[in-house]
């Protein structure tokens, strides 16, 4: 079965907020991360969630409940150069290290 | 400073040949691994070294796959015998660990080596 889930697209408006959920299976879970990357180029890091609660940075947070098995990742103020996609990805889920499991990303459109 | 770097960019090979992608990490980060992304699909794990360890080789999809990093440094992807199902950008990322920083381990990703086997 499917590790993580987030939607597959999403459109919103420059200016508004967004808002990204991300779920996954809790079992061997040790810490979240949201990837930010544009078409034909490498992902690019923007948070990291380990504890329960919201992080702040900048324009986006990103809150984990550790519990629900749950994430989002909110961009305030959307510009468009935001439009990407962004994707989830936690450690643990597959064994032992630091290895990556990813969400399949969802793809954000900014609109005028 | 100079992230992950990989080469080449691009790669065109005929169905059969052998490939190897190239993956130099950020100076000093202890830890690199292999990820693939193929159309369509979230970034699958391949395989991750970790300083003098034995490598974690359970992401490779067969035995055609294998990886070497020789001096604790560069990383070489070799795919034998490839098959168009190998046509994916492979994506490589370091880490360090650093117990002063939050988090320890993220991991830093290359541009990606684009790969398509005809």
């Known amino acids: 079965g499917q590790n993580i889930d987030q939607p597959t697209e999403m459109t919103a408006t420059e200016g508004a907020i967004v808002q990204i959920n991300c779920t996954y299976q809790?079992?061997?879970?040790?810490?979240l991360f949201w990837y930010q990357q544009h078409a034909g180029e490498a992902p690019t890091f923007l948070s990291y969630?380990?504890?329960?609660g919201l992080e702040e940075k900048g324009r986006f947070s990103s809150f984990l409940s550790r519990s629900k098995g749950y994430s989002y990742l909110l961009l305030k103020e959307l510009q468009m150069k935001d439009s990407a996609s962004y994707l989830c990805?936690?450690?643990?889920?597959?064994?032992?290290?630091?290895?990556?499991?990813f969400g399949t990303g969802t793809q954000l459109k900014v609109e005028l | 400073g100079a992230g992950v770097s990989q080469s080449p960019s691009n790669k065109v090979t005929e169905k059969g040949k052998d490939v190897e992608l190239r993956c130099d990490p950020i100076?000093?980060?202890?830890?690199l691994y292999w990820y693939r992304q193929s159309l369509g699909q979230g970034l699958e794990f391949l395989i991750y070294f970790q300083g003098n360890s034995a490598p974690d080789k359970s992401g490779l999809p067969s035995d055609r796959f294998s990886a070497e990093r020789t001096g604790g440094s560069v990383s070489t992807l070799t795919i034998q015998r490839t098959q168009q199902e190998d046509s994916a950008v492979y994506l490589c990322?370091?880490?360090?660990?650093?117990?002063?920083?939050?988090?320890?381990?993220?991991?830093?990703f290359g541009p990606g080596t684009r790969l398509l086997v005809l």
């Open positions: 100076s000093g980060h202890t830890a």
């Open positions: 969630n380990v504890l329960d």
């Open positions: 990805a936690a450690t643990g889920l597959t064994g032992g290290g630091n290895k990556l499991t």
């Open positions: 809790t079992s061997g879970f040790n810490g």
């Open positions: 990322a370091s880490s360090s660990r650093n117990q002063f920083q939050l988090p320890q381990e993220t991991q830093y």
